[in-house]
């Protein structure tokens, strides 16, 4: 096996904890709730938080991917949010999930995807749609490992066990690639790009900024259902912990990674002769996902919400495949991994007030109408998406 194909079995195994680590928190809201006596708005709080805390510190990891050695950025991220999910498990209170959730875990993963995409883009030229789509699914195995072990694991021994578990899971493997995953081609002093060199590169696109726009819609929409969909079929269909976990991740995510594999290997067929295809391949998905995503809430029966999570997730698929091959078509490789990072940044602070949003509309009125209410924002995404493909066409 040639080491471009090793390196991504790493990369996706770690981002796959990376994923398992940040869902799981969601599956165990309900026993959080009862255990702590914490309320639906200081639990979508600490959610908010954790994006939030995600998106300031991932332009700082974008920047040093592109000057320092992205292996060692990768390792020690790896470790930390590790780590931070073993200690998760003592917790006992809100402000004690604020500093060890919300901030260390948060903090951890933000330096770990800026790196670790600019690595696998750099090993993959003309299969980085592929691998990069094939990376993407480690995020949908990841979520629905989480929600089937997750709930499984906290029904027979407890939520405090679920975190020691996952974390200890996430240090081990760091220990496995800090010996497997070699450093990337050494970066002089003169060819380090500067903040200002690297910002302008990024902010004068049109494409970009459109590109950012329809990632910041689905980015808060994806967070708005991550951490209120296992609660909802909790509370709405009376499943065990075990089932809502499972159902919320499952029917969603195992579509999502069809969506994915399917986006890529279309688009990397197509691209060469269609360079625009890419974001016309994305502002469809939002189209024909947005109905889906309103029928959430209107469903009446447990099979109506999976065959809604189903037809979100593979148009959500669809979608993501086709992310940052677009945005790297019209950003220099030597901006990767900067680029990655104000995109993340960019996405996930616009999407930080999902989670207290919807916490709140549950409260007030109804979760099912707060998760209908998402499909809008997948029709702004299209049409950023469709007027970005435009913008492609004269940049390239």
């Not at 904890?17 to 006596?37: I, K, S």
């Not at 899971?169 to 003169?190: D, F, Q, T």
Request: glycine content about 10%; some cysteine; overall charge positive.
């Amino acid at each position: 096996m040639s080491y471009r194909w090793e390196l991504l079995i790493w990369l996706w195994l770690a981002f796959f904890l990376n994923q398992a680590d940040r869902q799981v928190f969601n599956v165990l809201l309900p026993a959080l709730r009862q255990d702590l006596g914490l309320s639906d708005i200081q639990l979508g709080l600490l959610n908010s938080v954790f994006v939030a805390v995600n998106g300031v510190l991932v332009p700082i990891a974008g920047f040093l991917g592109d000057r320092i050695a992205r292996r060692r950025l990768v390792v020690v991220s790896l470790f930390a949010w590790s780590l931070s999910t073993l200690c998760t498990g003592f917790g006992s209170g809100l402000a004690y999930f604020l500093v060890v959730r919300s901030m260390a875990t948060a903090g951890g993963e933000a330096f770990y995807f800026p790196s670790a995409v600019a690595m696998l883009a750099r090993e993959h030229v003309e299969s980085r749609a592929r691998a990069l789509s094939v990376f993407q699914t480690s995020v949908y195995a990841g979520l629905i490992a989480s929600g089937w072990l997750g709930g499984a694991l906290a029904e027979r021994l407890g939520w405090r066990a679920v975190f020691w578990i996952f974390g200890g899971a996430g240090v081990a493997l760091a220990g496995v690639l800090r010996y497997r995953i070699r450093s990337s081609p050494h970066i002089v002093a003169a060819e380090r790009p500067s903040i200002r060199s690297s910002l302008a590169a990024i902010l004068t696109r049109p494409a970009a900024r459109l590109i950012a726009i329809a990632s910041g819609a689905t980015i808060f929409v994806n967070i708005g259902y991550l951490t209120w969909m296992p609660a909802y079929l909790f509370d709405r269909f009376g499943m065990p912990l075990s089932k809502a976990g499972f159902s919320s991740m499952f029917f969603h995510h195992a579509l999502a990674f069809v969506g994915a594999i399917a986006g890529g290997f279309i688009s990397d067929r197509l691209a060469p002769g269609r360079p625009r295809i890419r974001m016309e391949i994305q502002a469809f998905a939002l189209v024909a996902g947005a109905p889906f995503i309103f029928a959430l809430g209107r469903a009446a029966t447990e099979g109506t919400v999976y065959i809604a999570l189903a037809g979100f997730g593979f148009f959500r698929g669809l979608f993501e495949s086709n992310l940052y091959p677009a945005f790297y078509s019209v950003i220099a490789p030597r901006y990767h991994s900067t680029a990655s990072g104000l995109l993340i940044a960019f996405s996930f602070l616009l999407a930080s007030g999902a989670p207290v949003l919807l916490g709140a509309i549950k409260q007030m009125a109804s979760l099912a109408e707060g998760l209908s209410m998402l499909a809008a924002l997948y029709i702004a995404g299209a049409i950023a998406a469709l007027w970005g493909s435009r913008k492609i066409v004269q940049t390239i």
